[in-house]
């Protein structure tokens, strides 16, 4: 599997557990969030070089995915910013409604990105 690929897994599941974790406990729920973002920031700077493309197929249709320097600077400035954000979103939002709503966005939108 690419290196690209569990990134990606790594948000995408990590959304849906901290949406869940907030169901359980507050502590859980910012765990799973830090413990998200910081996994997949870590597995993308240590293991996913510049210049790897991966490919998949859907009913036919190949994608196909690859990062050249110019899209790797912007893997970098997202996800380094979105790093501090999050250290910064947990005191700040802090006592808020629907915080496990919150921070599943937060993490697809770097999912996003």
């Known amino acids: 599997m690419s290196s690209i690929f569990i990134v990606l897994i790594v948000l995408l599941a990590g959304s849906v ?4 974790a907030d169901k359980v406990a507050g502590v859980a729920r910012d765990i799973v969030f830090l413990g998200t973002i910081v996994t997949a920031t870590v ?5 996913v070089p510049i ?22 600077l912007f893997s970098i400035i997202v996800l380094g910013l979105g790093f501090f954000a999050a250290f910064y979103a947990i005191p700040y939002m802090h006592g ?18």
Do not use: A, Q, R, V
Request: aromatic share 26%; net charge neutral.
């Open 51 to 72: 210049g790897e493309t991966t490919s998949m197929n859907l009913g036919g249709l190949t994608l196909s995915f690859g990062l050249s320097s110019f899209s790797y």
């Open 96 to 113: 808020k409604e629907k915080l496990g709503y919150f921070y599943m966005n937060f993490i697809l939108s770097i999912f996003g990105m």
């Open 17 to 20: 557990l901290t949406y869940f």
């Open 43 to 47: 597995w993308f700077f240590m293991n």
